[in-house]
């Protein structure tokens, strides 16, 4: 077997794809160049589309986490009230985040493989109207769940309060329209479904937001987002920005923009329809129901007849797919396929034939192909 080949299907880094790659060991150039403001400017103009806004967009040199810090940074000030969705470990990061920098939080919790009720937000809201913001997870990669942001959004857009979004594993997957909706921040990275590996994070900065960031008290520098919007309008960044990942944005953006967004949201939505049927058709348990079930990322539950972690070492070991597991309290719990970027419907055959095998090495009982054929009888539907 190869070694040094590796399927990844978790939530990040995903595959980068081979023009990305190649583009990524170009000779660097200069970073206060003509030519590299015109990638720069071409780059996030395409970003723009991809978070549907004709606002601002940002990057910095940091994994998407940085972009999360930014958002509550240049927003949130000590003894800020916000409100915050939690229904995993990623809502939990915006609350961390949020008390690091001394705000009041209430969080909505949300039982784990369940998607917020809007309706919570509502009262939060009207129980709080001092709130300076909301925080939510468009898609809770622990758990495998999006909660509605266009329905949050609606609530929270007649508001004083700005609805600021961790869309780090459903940007460049799942449909974004900050502009449409009324999300006023948005935070993602490079390495999910953007194609990219990792070191890039992006944020997204409405016009209604630019009111709060001014007044911010908190301190911040490399994150400081009125710094960004100064370079921005001469072309350039306030730091050395990571040249070589803009090379490799430049051909991912690319290919979105060829795919057609609307293209790239539906082949997430199947793949994820694919190994859906096929853990069903398989007998394993889902995490999340239908409704809310994430399109970037499928959780599944172990039970008595099998060990996740035996099977995700299986996988990884013998058949050069790698899953990951739960985290925190769903460690062993559940196992969870990552199905966003650089993936196609047939590449979900091959990861179900792996996970059908490596279920049978260890002695579960299993009919081998049923996944697989339930899986390929969602993709002989699909339209592509
Ligand atoms: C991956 C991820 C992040 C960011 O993680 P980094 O390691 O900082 O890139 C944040 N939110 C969600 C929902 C994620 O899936």
């Not at 709130?131 to 898609?139: G, S």
């Not at 994820?272 to 007998?283: C, F």
């Not at 172990?302 to 995700?312: A, C, M, Q």
């Amino acid at each position: 077997m190869f070694r040094e080949k590796r399927e990844l299907r978790i939530p990040g880094p995903t595959p980068v794809p081979p023009q990305a790659l190649r583009a990524l060991s170009r000779p660097l150039m200069g970073h206060r160049t003509e030519e590299f403001s015109s990638i720069l400017m071409r780059t996030t103009e395409r970003l723009k589309r991809i978070l549907g806004t004709k606002a601002d967009v940002y990057t910095f040199a940091s994994s998407g986490t940085g972009a999360m810090e930014a958002a509550v940074a240049n927003t949130v000030s000590a003894s800020d009230k916000v409100i915050v969705v939690v229904g995993g470990k990623f809502g939990e990061r915006w609350s961390e985040l949020c008390r690091a920098f001394g705000a009041e939080v209430e969080e909505i919790v949300v039982e784990p493989g369940k998607a917020v009720d809007p309706a919570a937000v509502e009262q939060a809201l009207k129980a709080a109207p001092e709130t300076r913001a909301v925080f939510i997870t468009q898609n809770e990669t622990s758990t495998g769940v999006e909660h509605d942001v266009e329905s949050v959004a609606r609530i929270v857009r007649d508001t004083d309060a700005l609805l600021i979004v961790d869309a780090v594993s459903s940007l460049g997957a799942i449909e974004m329209r900050m502009d449409d909706w009324g999300v006023d921040i948005v935070a993602a990275g490079s390495q999910k479904a953007l194609m990219l590996p990792p070191g890039l994070a992006v944020i997204g900065v409405s016009e209604k937001a630019w009111s709060v960031i001014e007044k911010c008290r908190s301190p911040r520098y490399y994150f400081d987002l009125i710094a960004c919007r100064k370079n921005m309008d001469k072309e350039t960044t306030p730091f050395t920005p990571a040249v070589s990942m803009f090379y490799a944005l430049d051909q991912t953006t690319a290919m979105i923009e060829e795919e057609g967004l609307e293209n790239v949201y539906r082949r997430h939505q199947d793949m994820r329809d694919m190994i859906r049927a096929a853990a069903r058709a398989t007998g394993l348990e889902l995490f999340a129901s239908d409704e809310v079930a994430s399109r970037t990322i499928t959780a599944i539950r172990g039970d008595s007849t099998f060990d996740v972690e035996k099977l995700r070492k299986r996988l990884a070991t013998v058949y050069n797919i790698e899953v990951a597991g739960g985290q925190s309290e769903l460690k062993g719990v559940i196992f969870r396929i990552g199905h966003m970027g650089y993936m196609d419907r047939i590449d979900m055959v091959s990861t179900w034939a792996a996970v059908e095998l490596a279920l049978n090495d260890l002695g579960r009982p299993i009919e081998i192909g049923a996944g697989v054929k339930a899986a390929m009888e969602v993709m002989s539907k699909c339209e592509f």
